[in-house]
């Protein structure tokens, strides 16, 4: 008997110590997320330094060799899912005894950039600022990153959207190792490479390698926290479909000295057309569009929990009322949305000219939701197009359709991918919820759905799996914008909600 006792003792230690690193206080995970995430910034720096647009391949291919490199250096094996376009790439990493497998959902690609826009020298070289009044901030030396407050901000494109949780998660994983510690799940991650392009490959290439990318759930790092700034969890995303409209006055612009009175105007043909598809408080008029959403006393319950403060949304915004689709705020984006997100026709500004234009155009952007059909929704609008008089074509019309039509509409459509949700005492639901209450000492503020979209449904619908979305970068970010920037603060704790999920035991 007294031979094995070494061997136990040296058991009972290796318990204690897992116990211990795998059971930190919140100081203790303050300290190492703090230290990591500063430490950090380097790799940030590197990464942002990418151009990233997935209208550009070199781009992409550019930063897929540094995430094969940067999970490689960490353990993964990488593979490359080849598309028609950008691959996705998928990291995985296997642990003792693991019983589950979490999928980790990363974006890696960015909105085009107008460089002109932006208030430093170029969109890919991260800059580092502090405020210096309330519309202006001034920049600050990378040298003084050891003394860097909470409130500067990185500016670059895709620091918050999204490669700076990219940055987060990698640094978690290095301070996990740095404490020994290792999760008792298996770890896949899934880099999208197209996503600002609306992932139109994805779909196809899970249900491919459905076996490949098999797992018991998916987290999502992505998107604002809560306007609080608080810690958060949503469990949905509204799905996305667009439409492109263009209608046609003269088949080249005319003087309008010469043809107004005479010749019809395209723009205001389109924006009369817009018109009718709302009434004067935002709601779409079109029958039907809003059928099979309801909102129950249990679901209000839930949205009603989220601490939104209407006053502070629409003094962000700048704005004195809103749309009236919903009462407030977690309710509006409960629906489906039909929005203009550009419209064109003639010129304007320095190179406004005196005509009627040949054309306009409006580029719409369709949210939908998992109780309505995307295919129903736009035909629902092609359907109120076609009411209005219009003859509807798929293609830029013919001279005979032109003298034979009074009124046509060009009408292009794309359904990108579908809403998910996932219930707040799912499996997933209650690991998350602990990890964040563990790290941060209060309940996360827990999010039904959001507004805004992410291409998970072809995980959820095909994997058969819940998802989750941890949103760790700050709102007021000015992702898709100019001058798309990173709170210091909302990177260190993006940091410390990583190593807390990654610690906590399935």
Not at 109 to 116: F, N, R
Not at 214 to 227: K, Q, V
Not at 459 to 481: E, K, Y
Request: charge should be negative; aromatic fraction near 8%.
């Amino acid at each position: 008997m007294t031979k094995h006792i070494p061997f136990l003792l040296l058991n009972v230690a290796c318990f204690l110590f897992i116990q211990f690193t795998q059971s930190q206080s919140p100081d203790e995970l303050d300290r190492l997320s703090d230290k990591y995430a500063d430490a950090s910034i380097p790799l940030l720096k590197d990464l942002l330094s990418i151009p990233n647009d997935a209208f550009y391949p070199a781009h992409i291919e550019r930063n897929v060799i540094w995430c094969e490199k940067a999970f490689g250096e960490r353990g993964f094996e990488t593979k490359r899912i080849e598309t028609s376009h950008a691959p996705l790439l998928l990291a995985e990493r296997k642990h003792p005894n693991a019983l589950e497998t979490v999928l980790i959902y990363l974006q890696l690609d960015g909105q085009p950039v107008d460089s002109t826009r932006w208030f430093q020298e170029n969109p890919y070289k991260p800059v580092l600022k502090k405020k210096k009044d309330e519309n202006e901030w001034e920049e600050v030396p990378w040298e003084a990153n050891e003394q860097m407050d909470d409130e500067w901000r990185i500016f670059a494109r895709s620091a918050s959207d999204a490669k700076g949780p990219v940055a987060m998660f990698l640094t978690a994983l290095d301070a996990l190792a740095s404490e020994e510690i290792t999760p008792n799940y298996n770890i896949k991650v899934i880099m999208d490479f197209e996503e600002e392009l609306g992932s139109p490959r994805l779909p196809n290439a899970v249900t491919e390698n459905a076996e490949l990318l098999e797992a018991d759930m998916l987290i999502i790092f992505d998107g604002p926290r809560h306007i609080s700034n608080k810690p958060t969890l949503t469990f949905g995303a509204r799905g996305i479909a667009t439409i492109t409209l263009t209608t046609y006055g003269p088949v080249v612009p005319q003087h309008s000295g010469h043809f107004g009175n005479y010749a019809p105007n395209p723009a205001l043909r389109l924006a009369k057309l817009l018109a009718s598809m709302k009434d004067d408080e935002g709601r779409v008029t079109i029958p039907g569009f809003y059928d099979g959403i309801t909102i129950d006393a249990e679901t209000e319950r839930i949205l009603k929990d989220v601490p939104d403060n209407e006053e502070e949304i629409k003094e962000r915004l700048q704005i004195v009322s809103t749309d009236k689709v919903g009462d407030y705020y977690q309710e509006a984006i409960q629906y489906p949305s039909l929005n203009i997100r550009g419209m064109q026709s003639g010129w304007i500004d320095e190179k406004v000219r005196t005509i009627i234009p040949g054309w306009a155009r409006a580029e719409i952007d369709v949210r939908l939701v998992l109780e309505s059909d995307p295919e129903l929704l736009i035909q629902l609008i092609k359907d109120h197009v076609a009411a209005q008089g219009y003859f509807i074509t798929a293609k830029e019309p013919t001279r005979e359709q032109r003298l034979e039509y009074d009124k046509i509409v060009t009408f292009t459509s794309e359904i990108s991918y579908q809403s998910f949700r996932t219930d707040f005492d799912s499996k997933v639901g209650q690991w998350l919820t602990k990890a964040l209450k563990n790290a941060f000492g209060e309940n996360p503020i827990r999010i039904r759905m959001s507004g805004g979209s992410i291409p998970i449904s072809p995980f959820v619908t095909t994997l058969g799996i819940p998802a989750v979305t941890v949103p760790t970068v700050n709102r007021d970010n000015n992702q898709h914008s100019p001058n798309e920037n990173l709170r210091i603060g909302n990177y260190r704790d993006g940091v410390k909600t990583m190593i807390a999920i990654l610690k906590e035991d399935l």
